[in-house]
């Protein structure tokens, strides 16, 4: 589920984060020099409920429609086509039904429970590249076979991804410092800038705590010059190195 809601943490989690911290920081300014602001001791007190959902308010009349769809479409969560529900699978059509009673459906239903039927994906060496760190392990996946510097290679994206307008709004210069010096866990957005930056087709395969499939995406160019396979397991990566193109 973590993986599905990753658009809505880009578009909309770590937007409505960093303008809770700009206003906080206003805020502390304020409070520093305002005695109202200060408990008696001298300190900036905790901000008013009233106040943060006025910020909470500010922000959502920041956001249009158009910056959400635009982060789902980066993850490849895109109307494909229509369909008719009654067409669906009966535990399906049932579930999706606007008055769902869940209590009865999981009783009708347990008989789903506990199937897992998912691919099991065999990640080892030598068929697989392993990093050793998990936060630069998208990086180091990235840079096999290419030779470059791993600070040199992280600048050189970081800078391209500057200049993408697909992902204007879509983080802020500290985010872009956090990926630089290590302390952000690059994912979706450095994925995608890799693939426009290299014209290559990525093809992650997202997988559980024990290696079952959870879920498959592709990052696709026209006139790609080759395809690179990821494995991701929450923040690691892993590329497949058997039959790597270099």
Request: charged letters at 25%; proline letters at 4%; one cysteine or more.
């Amino acid at each position: 589920m973590s993986n599905i809601l990753q658009p809505l943490d880009v578009a909309v989690n770590r937007s409505y984060q960093e303008y809770y911290r700009d206003q906080y920081d206003e805020y502390l300014g304020k409070a520093l020099k305002d005695p109202l602001l200060q408990t008696k001791a001298g300190n900036p007190k905790v901000p008013r409920y009233a106040t943060v959902a006025q910020w909470t308010l500010d922000w959502v009349a920041s956001k249009d429609s158009a910056s959400i769809k635009r982060a789902f479409t980066l993850c490849g969560l895109v109307s494909k086509q229509e369909f008719d529900t009654d067409d669906l699978h009966p535990p399906l059509r049932e579930l999706v039904a606007a008055d769902v009673d869940m209590e009865l459906w999981n009783q009708q239903h347990r008989n789903l429970a506990g199937t897992d039927d998912r691919e099991q994906l065999d990640i080892s060496a030598p068929r697989w590249y392993l990093p050793d760190d998990r936060v630069s392990s998208l990086f180091c996946c990235l840079l096999h076979g290419i030779g470059t510097p791993l600070n040199e290679y992280v600048a050189e994206l970081t800078s391209y991804m500057e200049t993408l307008r697909d992902l204007d709004g879509l983080f802020d210069a500290g985010y872009m410092a956090g990926i630089r010096d290590g302390a952000e866990e690059p994912g979706e957005l450095e994925l995608y800038a890799a693939s426009q930056m290299h014209r290559w087709t990525i093809e992650v395969s997202t997988v559980d705590t024990m290696n079952k499939l959870v879920s498959k995406f592709s990052y696709t160019v026209d006139d790609s010059a080759k395809t690179v396979c990821l494995v991701r397991s929450g923040s690691y990566f892993a590329v497949k190195v058997d039959g790597y193109a270099i």
